[in-house]
């Protein structure tokens, strides 16, 4: 069965304190790994799409990695806008076929 | 701002009631998804529609059903509503068929009471 597991469920920083949010999937024809974050109430945004083994992107304070089982996100310096949860979510299939499969999240706290 | 635009808002009924919820896609892209968030569980996939025609589905109850119209704007039908259906109701959009990349709405709230 595919799977995505997200960790830690929750995580509370300070302002400045730099850590990572791990994705593990266990998928059988991973097309793309995807982060997304989510504010309360409002649908997810898109923030990265990761395609292959040791890819890296990265957007501000957020850098997204990924390995053949696991994708990080990086968070250096936060800040209280950073606050949010993060969605990690595989893409799978080929052909006509295709399958998206959402992690749970972390939902991360920003303290100031 | 994605894009897509979903109404109503808030949405508040009996149990046993029926309601529709509408969804217009970005300008220019063919895929709608429908997915449904509860607060102990993740996004659920529940259907998917590319240029009118079904594409994918998920983990949608028989009580539900959608469609894509030739404009291209969606409605999910949600029947016989039970308490458990609460739930955020969000659709998203995209360009091609198969994606991983997504722009979502900002949800339907729905609570049935």
């Known amino acids: 069965e595919d799977q995505v597991t997200q960790s830690p469920e929750a995580l509370r920083l300070q302002e400045g304190e730099s850590s990572s949010l791990n994705c593990s999937y266990t998928v059988s024809g991973l097309r793309g790994l995807f982060w997304y974050r989510q504010d309360p109430g409002k649908g997810p945004e898109f923030l990265f799409t990761?395609?292959?083994a040791g890819e890296e992107k990265e957007k501000e304070r957020l850098k997204a990695t990924l390995t053949k089982k696991e994708s990080f996100l990086h968070i250096t310096a936060p800040k209280p806008e950073d606050s949010a949860t993060y969605l990690c979510?595989?893409?799978?299939?080929?052909?006509?076929?295709?399958?998206?499969?959402f992690g749970t999240g972390t939902k991360l706290q920003v303290i100031p | 701002d994605s894009g897509v635009t979903q109404t109503p808002k808030h949405l508040i009924t009996a149990t046993g009631q029926r309601v529709t919820l509408r969804c217009s896609p970005r300008s220019g892209d063919l895929s709608v998804y429908w997915y449904q968030q509860s607060l102990d569980q993740g996004l659920q996939f529940l259907i998917q529609y590319y240029n009118g025609e079904e594409r994918a589905k998920g983990n949608i109850l028989e009580r539900f059903s959608a469609q894509q119209f030739p404009d291209l704007h969606s409605e999910l039908n949600l029947s016989s509503l039970e308490l458990g259906d609460s739930a955020l109701y969000f659709c998203?959009?995209?360009?091609?068929?198969?994606?991983?990349?997504?722009?979502f709405g900002s949800g339907t709230q729905l609570s049935v009471l």
């Open positions: 979510v595989a893409y799978m299939g080929s052909g006509g076929y295709q399958k998206v499969t």
């Open positions: 998203a959009s995209s360009v091609e068929p198969h994606a991983g990349k997504l722009f």
């Open positions: 990761l395609y292959s």
